[in-house]
């Protein structure tokens, strides 16, 4: 069994920014490759970063590299997602997602056993 809880997301204005965290339990975290992804309304989830389980390996997408950093903190079960200057096309809901049995950094929703609820991040104008 393993749970993940995202929280941080929120309505902010473009160029803002955010921080999401998402806390997980059960197993032992430090062997979890873990990632974030975004779906909007009618799109198919969409990669967004991933980290390794030592966290010295990541990997960000195209669409917000230099924006957006992943890290994780395994004393503390955490992931999170650090996201500037954000732009309205950023708007959409952002799981979290867990594996164990990950050796390296997996890029496709099917990759990953374990999600979260989602948190809404919204981007005005």
């Known amino acids: 069994q393993v749970q993940l809880v995202e929280s941080g997301g929120g309505l902010v204005q473009a160029g803002g920014s955010l921080r999401l965290s998402c806390a997980a339990s059960?197993?032992?975290?430090?062997?979890?490759?873990m990632g974030w992804f975004r779906q909007a309304p009618g799109q198919e989830r969409e990669f967004v970063a991933a980290?390794?389980?030592?966290?010295?390996?990541?990997y960000v997408a195209d669409s917000v590299k230099g924006r957006f950093t992943i890290s994780r903190d395994n004393a503390k079960n955490t992931v999170y997602l650090q996201m500037n200057s954000l732009k309205p096309e950023d708007t959409a809901v952002y799981y979290c997602?867990?594996?164990?049995?990950?050796?390296?950094?997996?890029?496709?929703?099917?990759?990953?056993?374990?999600w979260g609820q989602g948190t809404q991040v919204t981007v005005s104008s």
């Open positions: 997602a867990a594996d164990p049995r990950l050796s390296d950094i997996s890029t496709h929703p099917v990759s990953y056993n374990y």
């Open positions: 059960g197993r032992t975290f430090s062997s979890y490759v």
């Open positions: 980290v390794s389980r030592a966290g010295l390996g990541t």
